[in-house]
């Protein structure tokens, strides 16, 4: 039988919120083999194919660009939608489709 939600069984085990030690140290690691290195990933990025170029700093953008929330957009305004009457839809639709791409505000 599984366990209650917030009850493991193990009452002396780790504090909830915890971080694990090992995780912890090794991110640790990580930050300062990137930090102490850094500048020979820079070099190494000036010798890289355009290509290659191009996909690491993809893979880098992540960490600084928050992805976007489409996803969670998409579902917020599909529950909105629901809720409006006939009349409503049938208003939004005629004012989006008699709107110009100027008349949006931004």
């Known amino acids: 039988m599984p366990f209650e939600k917030g009850n493991s069984g193990n009452p002396t085990g780790r504090p909830p919120g915890t971080k694990n030690k090992t995780t912890e140290e090794i991110r640790e690691k990580i930050s300062d083999f990137l930090t102490e290195s850094w500048g020979q990933v820079k070099d190494d990025f000036q010798l890289m194919d355009p290509e290659k170029r191009l996909y690491f700093f993809e893979k880098l953008l ?15 305004i599909r529950k909105d939608l629901e809720t409006l009457t006939d009349d409503q ?15 949006d505000e931004y």
């Open 89 to 103: 839809l049938e208003a939004l639709a005629s004012r989006l489709l008699n709107s110009k791409p100027e008349d």
């Open 62 to 76: 992540k960490y600084s660009i928050p992805p976007l929330q489409s996803i969670t957009m998409q579902t917020e």
